[in-house]
């Protein structure tokens, strides 16, 4: 069974920067294609960022675009969400997920689409 394992979040100012890491076990990393979601309290979620099994396409919410980058080292099982200065409505519980069914594509990313393997989640909050 697929497992993912999210860090890397806290509380930070207006204006700074984490890096979220997504530990994959239990799989082959290349067989997925792995997305970063958010949710906050009260809100739907959002996919925020999706990579496909071979790191060559990528994709993000506008609501991120040029502040947020994905990337995936294939040799470390990791997926990482770098994330830029950090805007208070960039506050919520952000997940990792993997697709295993269309993994050379950003699918997952897309709003109908509901990947079967999600981590537990990590806090980001942003306030001075």
């Known amino acids: 069974q697929l497992q993912l394992v999210e860090s890397g979040g806290g509380l930070v100012q207006p204006g700074g920067s984490l890096r979220l890491s997504c530990a994959v076990s239990?799989?082959?990393?290349?067989?997925?294609?792995i997305g970063w979601f958010r949710q906050a309290p009260g809100k739907e979620r959002e996919g925020v960022s999706c990579?496909?099994?071979?790191?060559?396409?990528?994709k993000y919410a506008d609501s991120v675009k040029g502040r947020f980058i994905i990337s995936r080292d294939k040799s470390k099982k990791m997926v990482y969400l770098q994330i830029n200065s950090l805007l208070p409505e960039d506050t919520a519980v952000y997940y990792c997920?993997?697709?295993?069914?269309?993994?050379?594509?950003?699918?997952?990313?897309?709003?109908?689409?509901?990947?079967?393997?999600w981590g537990q989640g990590t806090q980001v909050t942003v306030s001075a």
């Open positions: 239990g799989g082959i990393l290349d067989l997925y294609a």
């Open positions: 990579i496909n099994n071979g790191g060559d396409s990528v």
């Open positions: 997920a993997a697709d295993p069914f269309t993994p050379q594509t950003t699918n997952l990313c897309n709003r109908d689409y509901y990947p079967p393997f």
